[in-house]
């Protein structure tokens, strides 16, 4: 293939975009990171990685075997762990307690196995709950085994019959106090254990979330450590079943798998038992909160809003980059195809979603730092913060997994046929991040998890008790606040996040209670105000999202020019689901008619402003080819070479006329002669 004047073209514009640039991207890339130390260390270790030739895959995940696929990955996954394992200075550079995690969540970790890591539920799960749901000497008896990956684990909670119903669990765990065991037992079909990763092929232990029985009594869902398969030969044991499920939508090489056991014996210490214990007598001891046995899903939804953030971050930069490249069609008769990223219609598809990236990184911190000092003061032995941060990991897990997914999909629209390329990748970050919308808590039941926060809040406030920050706003206040109209400042915006949200739960608690009284059960009413109550969740989760973001940009340590193009994308985020969401604005007073005209004329400055910095913010990201792995985002812009050479490696073009054509369509299209 000759060398065209259209491929110099594209690399020239990517070098004119980046020439326009308002503000320092090595800011913005350090303030993402976390501070300038952590740049030049993800750096380095990006650098040891992905030089590593063992991470380098042979062909493309598509063009293998269901078994070879999963064989490639857990190689990666496995020399990785032992890269890590056996170099001093990647633990130096990476951390040594939590590195390895660390390193398998990254940007890094996920492309070097992109094909879904057999091994993340091990990191991610499995020993996460040991650390929280297990004694201390438990977890010196588990942890050392799991970091060297002599033992691999998963977390088995989902059954066929239940996900998310977590107290309609069926798989029992009787204590026998004659033998100090308890009998692990799936008594149905539905009763298997169906879904969790790695546990097809990979894993050989697993917490196993089980019904507890002891002394004739159910105590609802506990952690149990279950050993499944031999420690030699790899085998499953006597009365347990396992396998994989079957081909998924996407994160094929997860292995997730289904189990059930058949009376299967385990010691009455492998009972998880830092919050309840079983004594040797069958005697139950409760924990201080029934909800602590579910601390493994809190702690990995607030991870999961880190890790749809990254994949948003790969997808906008794949279709920011490929805008700056693709010219089409005519923007003015006659003249030349302009860069569609010139196309305002496209500037509102990708602009809003780099916006959004910022807004999950300020509030997921926010929700991390919220998750650290619960966890202290509940090792305190204070759960009176319990329920905020179990709504706000909920609604944060929630909001970013949905906005990650949708923006995604949009990114791939913006490349147009070539989005949907699996070169483009943005395919599998599509699938990848979908996911998260159903796992660790399908989204819509986060959101009346959310929700139920929100009334109980609602009404207490109506009690005269004080209620904890994030739902403070619930408590009535004078109605002088409601004067915001006159101004529309960044701060005057925040605060009709708050008027509408505070207006549409007002709204439905009225409703709620009006149906309560006129005879509904609270349920029943419950269930018959759910949309609308899931829509307030929804609020919520954005208002807490745009202070987040307001405040994070405010306080951060950048100059001025840098400050500058955060506050317009800030400022895009709050203009753009204000105007996507004016009903709610408009109902509640909080704007009216008119600031909406002022706020979607003010959408289009907004576009025309950031739109010279769409690349220079996307490459501030800073993220290295290998990991984005896109023929359409690569940093040079040399995308149709890059497509050409991907598609002659297809299979199919290693003979000019296949196989098939000889054994089916030749017999065919001869058949008549
Ligand atoms: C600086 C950056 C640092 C970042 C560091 C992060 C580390 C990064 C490391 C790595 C990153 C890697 C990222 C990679 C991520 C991707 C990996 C993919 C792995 C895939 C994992 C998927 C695993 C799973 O899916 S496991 C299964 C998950 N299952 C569920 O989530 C089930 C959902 N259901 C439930 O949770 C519950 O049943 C429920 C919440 C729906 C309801 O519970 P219930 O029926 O028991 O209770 P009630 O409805 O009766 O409620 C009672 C009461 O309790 C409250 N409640 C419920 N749950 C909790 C809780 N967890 N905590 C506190 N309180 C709770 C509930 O609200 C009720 O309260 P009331 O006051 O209203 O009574
Ligand atoms: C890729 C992937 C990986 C996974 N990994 C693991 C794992 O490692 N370990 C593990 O244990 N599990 C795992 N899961 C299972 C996952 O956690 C569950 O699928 C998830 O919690 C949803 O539960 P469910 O499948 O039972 O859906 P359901 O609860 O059956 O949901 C079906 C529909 O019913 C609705 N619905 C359900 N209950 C309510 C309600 N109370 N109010 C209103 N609507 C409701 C939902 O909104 C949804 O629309 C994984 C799932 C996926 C897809």
Not at 522 to 538: D, G, K, M, P, Y
Request: hydrophobic share 35%; charged share 20%; net charge negative.
């Amino acid at each position: 293939m000759a060398k065209t004047s259209e491929n110099h073209q594209c690399m020239d514009d990517l070098k004119a975009e980046r020439e326009r640039c308002s503000f320092n991207k090595h800011e913005i890339t350090t303030l993402l990171d976390g501070g300038e130390d952590k740049t030049k260390q993800r750096r380095k270790i990006e650098k040891v990685f992905l030089s590593d030739p063992e991470f380098l895959d042979a062909t493309r995940p598509e063009y293998l075997s269901h078994e070879d696929r999963y064989a490639n990955e857990l190689r990666k996954a496995c020399h990785m762990i032992r890269k890590f394992n056996e170099d001093e200075e990647i633990q130096q550079l990476v951390g040594q307690m939590d590195g390895i995690r660390t390193l398998m969540g990254s940007g890094l970790g996920v492309a070097l196995t992109k094909d879904g890591n057999p091994l993340a539920l091990h990191f991610i799960m499995f020993m996460p709950s040991i650390m929280g749901q297990g004694t201390v000497e438990q977890q010196g008896e588990w942890m050392g085994r799991a970091w060297s990956g002599e033992i691999i684990g998963t977390y088995a909670q989902t059954e066929l019959g239940h996900g998310t119903f977590l107290r309609g669990l069926e798989t029992t765990a009787t204590y026998d106090p004659s033998t100090e065991e308890f009998v692990l037992h799936s008594p149905t079909i539905t009763s298997t254990k169906w879904w969790p990763g790695g546990l097809g092929k990979t894993a050989n232990y697993a917490v196993v979330m089980a019904q507890l029985y002891t002394r004739g009594r159910c105590h609802g869902p506990h952690p149990f450590i279950v050993q499944l398969r031999d420690e030699e030969t790899h085998q499953s044991l006597p009365g347990v079943t396992l396998g994989e499920i079957g081909p998924r939508l996407g994160m094929n090489t997860n292995d997730n798998g289904f189990l059930c056991f058949s009376h299967h014996r385990i010691p009455r210490t492998h009972l998880l038992m830092k919050h309840s214990q079983v004594l040797q007598d069958g005697t139950y001891v409760r924990p201080a909160n029934d909800k602590l046995a579910y601390g493994t899903m809190v702690f990995v939804r607030v991870a999961i809003c880190f890790d749809t953030y990254r994949q948003l971050q790969r997808a906008v930069t794949i279709a920011t980059r490929y805008s700056a490249i693709r010219r089409q069609s005519e923007l003015v008769p006659g003249q030349p195809e302009p860069q569609i990223l010139e196309y305002q219609t496209q500037q509102y598809k990708i602009l809003p979603l780099i916006a959004t990236v910022f807004g999950i990184h300020f509030a997921a911190q926010s929700v991390w730092q919220t998750y650290n000092d619960v966890t202290g003061s509940i090792h305190d032995g204070n759960l009176d913060l319990l329920p905020e941060l179990h709504t706000l990991s909920c609604g944060l897990k929630a909001l970013s997994s949905s906005d990650a997914a949708n923006g995604v999909e949009t990114c791939r629209l913006s490349c147009g046929g070539h989005g949907y390329l699996a070169s483009s990748n943005l395919p599998r970050i599509y699938t990848t991040t979908t996911a998260a919308i159903t796992y660790e808590g399908e989204n819509t039941v986060m959101w009346l998890q959310v929700a139920r926060y929100l009334i109980k809040s609602f009404r207490e406030a109506r009690q005269g008790h004080r209620l904890h920050h994030s739902v403070s706003y619930l408590t009535p206040r004078p109605a002088s606040t409601h004067a915001l109209q006159t101004n529309l400042s960044n701060a005057a915006l925040v605060e009709a996040f708050r008027v509408a949200v505070s207006h549409l739960v007002g709204e439905v608690a009225a409703r709620l209670q009006g149906q309560c009284d006129s005879g509904m059960v609270f349920e029943h009413a419950w269930n018959a105000c759910s949309v609308q109550l899931a829509r307030c969740a929804q609020v919520h989760i954005r208002y807490f999202t745009c202070e987040e973001f307001l405040s994070g940009v405010e306080k951060a340590e950048v100059s001025e020019a840098t400050r500058g193009v955060l506050m317009r994308l800030c400022r895009l985020y709050l203009v753009f689901h204000i105007i996507g969401n004016q009903g709610d604005f408009l109902r509640s007073g909080a704007l009216t008619p008119s600031d909406m005209t002022t706020l979607e004329e003010e959408l289009a400055t907004l576009l025309a402003a950031l739109r010279p910095d769409a690349v220079s913010l996307v490459d501030s990201f800073d993220i290295h080819d290998r990991i984005l792995d896109s023929t359409l985002g690569c940093w040079d812009g040399n995308v149709y070479e890059r497509m050409f050479e991907e598609a002659k490696k297809s299979p199919l073009n290693q003979k000019d006329v296949p196989d098939a054509y000889y054994k089916y369509l030749r017999p065919l299209m001869k058949a008549s002669l």
